[in-house]
């Protein structure tokens, strides 16, 4: 890995902070932003919705993060609560928890110190795509050195549309650290305006691009440059920051999968009932209208004829509890 930025959140350390999806000064076609994301006033921590500033240091907690990956839209008011949440980041666990922001503003230097001062390791910027290959010279190259001046680590963060020759001249000037490449992507989001521009989808592909491996041709070698993959993205670091969660929040008889989700066993008895066929309170969890307990021992005590119906639960280790799969067991 060519940041300690992408090494955390290869790891699944990294937690994911988005903040506001209003972007005052740009409507890239590619925007991947859903409708829960896009043109809101909203901050969500990973999946969480934002409610309150302690939930964000919860969240990071839920996962044991290495670190904290910001991004969103651009209005002032996301700078103030940026600048806000990356204070309480570095007070809550210190100065090694890595922090980077994606940005697709220059912002100016009083923003760039107001973000180091805050505690803000790394700063992505994201250029215009009509700006590409016309970038020196412009407010673009100016802030990489001013980032660099007020302390902080400048790079780019580029979907993988076509190579571009002149972010390679950057880092061969040392004006960036580095280049991450996002392989080009499809979402809901932008599904119907990357079709208006002619793009389909890989074959055999969820969401990546036709394509876009192509920038590896002309970029790919160059040791500050890297290429993020779908298949990456999803296999490594979300997975992973599942898995993360999965261990820390687990109680004793949840199995967590390969997967990090979380398998349990629910069934529409008391735990009075459970205590009565000599269940250790340690293997169940009693809720206001069933009981949660491990699976393998529901499926036993229903075999046996001892409690009537039941399911396996397979869910999220989320905020949300988002409930994967449910086995119907009688």
């Not at 921590?45 to 290495?66: C, G």
């Not at 100065?95 to 973000?115: A, K």
């Amino acid at each position: 890995m060519i940041s300690k930025g992408c090494e955390q959140c290869a790891k699944g350390g990294k937690m994911v902070l988005f903040v506001y999806g209003y972007c005052d000064q740009r409507d890239c076609f590619y925007c991947p932003l859903g409708e829960n994301r896009k043109n809101v006033t909203d901050v969500y921590a990973n999946e969480r919705l934002v409610e309150d500033d302690s939930d964000v240091i919860e969240e990071a907690h839920r996962m044991e993060a290495l670190g904290t990956s910001i991004t969103g839209g651009e209005p002032q008011e996301a700078m103030a609560k940026t600048c806000r949440y990356l204070s309480m980041l570095k007070d809550e666990f210190g100065e090694d928890h890595h922090t980077h922001l994606y940005t697709g503003i220059t912002g100016g230097r009083e923003n760039m110190r107001r973000l180091s001062e805050a505690g803000l390791d790394e700063i992505r910027f994201h250029p215009p795509y009509e700006l590409w290959g016309d970038m020196h010279g412009t407010e673009w190259e100016e802030i990489l050195y001013i980032a660099r001046e007020e302390g902080l680590t400048p790079a780019f963060e580029i979907p993988g549309i076509r190579a571009e020759e002149e972010f390679i001249e950057f880092l061969d000037e040392g004006a960036a650290d580095f280049c991450n490449i996002n392989e080009f992507e499809m979402s809901d989001g932008n599904y119907e305006r990357m079709q208006e521009q002619g793009f389909e989808r890989r074959e055999g592909h969820m969401s990546a691009v036709e394509g876009s491996h192509d920038i590896l041709d002309a970029m790919g070698d160059h040791e500050k440059v890297y290429f993020c993959t779908s298949v990456f993205k999803d296999a490594a670091q979300h997975r992973n920051r599942l898995k993360r969660m999965a261990k820390v929040i687990r109680r004793e008889f949840d199995e967590v999968t390969d997967d990090g989700t979380l398998v349990y066993g629910k069934a529409w008895e008391s735990g009075d009932r459970l205590a009565e066929l000599g269940v250790p309170e340690q293997f169940y969890s009693q809720k206001s209208e069933h009981v949660e307990l491990a699976w393998w021992l529901l499926e036993e005590m229903i075999d046996e004829g001892d409690v009537n119906r039941g399911e396996i639960v397979e869910q999220y280790p989320t905020a949300d509890g988002t409930v994967v799969e449910r086995t119907p067991l009688a």
